[in-house]
């Protein structure tokens, strides 16, 4: 590890620990009022779920969706702009001096045939952006964040004395394409609306029992790009391979020696992940085709990491074509996804602190590291903006603990049968968010 890395990592754990050590006698739990109102609140939230999980809708098409999250919010009496990036909505209450803190939650869904079983499941069907006709679902949870939007919007919204400052909500369109963001900005969303100093995402997540607030500082989630490759052969008889250039051989070649640049060019402490997830080419047997085209997604966390590994592959790809003796080099298209996500250690630290005083130390874990992506990232990016992203444990604990002990992996987000232990996740999502929100924004005395 180099020394840069090692400074980071002891920084996070320094920070947090002195937030658990000290915070404790100093973080109010959440107060009263608000469980009390929580409680009540419920029912019309966990319909307000049905009603977003039954009803799903693909990324920059959430119209319905949209129109929901606006109403809600003009109710609460937010200032209120939709048609941001697209189907974004950006939601103001401005109440005295202080701080901007922008707390936002995706609302598309994916193209997924839902297999709950659930009685709301989604039966929704539409065309994508290739006219296709395609399932769509909620299996990854936006459903669960959209709620625990509004309910922590409510919260805050009928109980103004508590805090002091501007809160921004913002409903983002098209994050599973991990576009939706970069819209919203493109749109204005820092420069038309209040520039936050603080934004917060929640996500739920398989890996921990239902409630469990899972954080980690520093980098977070990975970066993603996606890189398509055409293999150039010259086609010819299957029977007479001599007389050809076969690029399927070639794009099979390629595929092992893209491991390499993981495990062999690459610092194991340095995670790296190249996925070959599509390769097409040829269409029947005796004949070898002209070309192949592989499609790749790579993930990584530091950006010198991702700029070497895009440039290996490149290397890799040519050298494979050179040593076929292709006819001409290969065709490498890449298109860069979203950065990693950085959760900022100081600003963590006060929320570990903030949320073990609302829900309680036991349901409070730090997590690992994820090479999955989120756009996220992009606003914590921008000059000014310190940002976290935080994830809830979704699934029921007894579940949980019999597959861990069966050794039988339980479905997970973008699953066909993904479905949160809802009350539990939603109760506690909400009373993290509204700690945090409550922390950062509690009036000066």
């Known amino acids: ?33 608000f469980a009390a109102q929580l409680n009540a609140d419920y029912p019309k939230l966990e319909t307000f779920y049905q009603d977003l999980h039954a009803n799903p809708e693909l990324g920059f098409n959430e119209k319905q969706t ?72 909620h ?52 420069t038309r609306f209040p520039k936050p100093d603080y934004a917060l995402s929640m996500h739920d997540d398989a890996s921990m029992a239902s409630g469990t607030i899972m954080w980690h500082a ?21 029977a007479v391979p001599h007389e050809t250039r076969d690029p399927v051989v070639m794009a099979s070649r390629l595929v092992l020696a893209l491991q390499t640049l993981v495990s062999r060019e690459n610092n194991p402490l340095d995670p790296v992940v190249i996925t070959v997830g599509s390769i097409q080419g040829g269409t029947q047997a005796n004949i070898v085709p002209d070309q192949v085209k592989l499609a790749l997604t790579v993930r990584t966390f530091r950006p010198e990491v991702r700029q070497r590994v895009l440039a290996s592959i490149v290397r890799e790809a040519k050298g ?29 630290a006060r929320a570990v602190k903030a949320v073990t005083a609302a829900v309680g130390p036991e349901f409070v874990k ?46 997970g987000t973008h699953s066909p049968q993904w479905a949160p232990d809802l009350k539990p996740t939603l109760t506690n999502t909400i009373k993290a968010e509204t700690a945090i929100l409550l922390d950062l924004m509690a009036p000066k005395r």
């Not at 009496?77 to 103001?92: D, M, R």
């Not at 001409?328 to 996804?337: A, F, L, T, W």
């Not at 914590?380 to 979704?394: D, R, T, Y």
């Open 1 to 33: 590890m180099k020394p840069s890395h090692i400074l980071r990592h002891t920084l996070r754990h320094t920070l947090v620990a002195a937030a658990l050590a000290g915070g404790a006698a100093h973080a109010a739990s959440l107060p009263a009022p």
């Open 66 to 137: 949209a129109a929901k999250l606006a109403e809600r919010a003009k109710a609460l009496g937010f200032e209120v702009t939709t048609g941001v990036g697209g189907t974004g909505v950006v939601a103001i209450l401005r109440n005295g001096p202080g701080p901007t803190v922008m707390l936002r939650t995706e609302m598309d869904a994916l193209p997924v045939l839902e297999k709950t079983g659930l009685p709301f499941a989604s039966k929704v069907t539409t065309k994508n952006a290739a006219g296709d006709t395609v399932p769509v679902a």
């Open 139 to 190: 299996a990854c949870g936006h459903d669960l964040h959209m709620s625990a939007w509004y309910g922590t919007a409510k919260l805050m919204a009928e109980n103004r004395k508590a805090w002091s400052g501007t809160l921004m909500l913002v409903g983002q369109p098209s994050e599973e394409p991990l576009t939706g963001a970069a819209a919203m900005l493109k749109d204005g969303l820092f």
């Open 218 to 238: 520093g980098p977070f989630r990975a970066s993603a790009d996606t890189v398509t490759i055409t293999m150039f052969g010259q086609g010819g008889h299957g």
């Open 320 to 348: 494979e074509a050179m040593a076929a003796g292709a006819p001409k080099e290969p065709q490498v298209d890449i298109k860069p996804g979203t950065d990693s996500v950085y959760n900022d250690p100081e600003l963590m």
């Open 366 to 411: 730090e997590m690992p590291a994820k090479m999955t992506s989120e756009d996220f990232a992009m606003y914590g990016q921008q000059p000014g903006v310190k940002a976290l992203l935080i994830h809830v444990g979704a699934v029921d604990a007894a579940r949980l603990e019999a597959a861990k002990k069966a050794g039988q992996p339980l479905p």
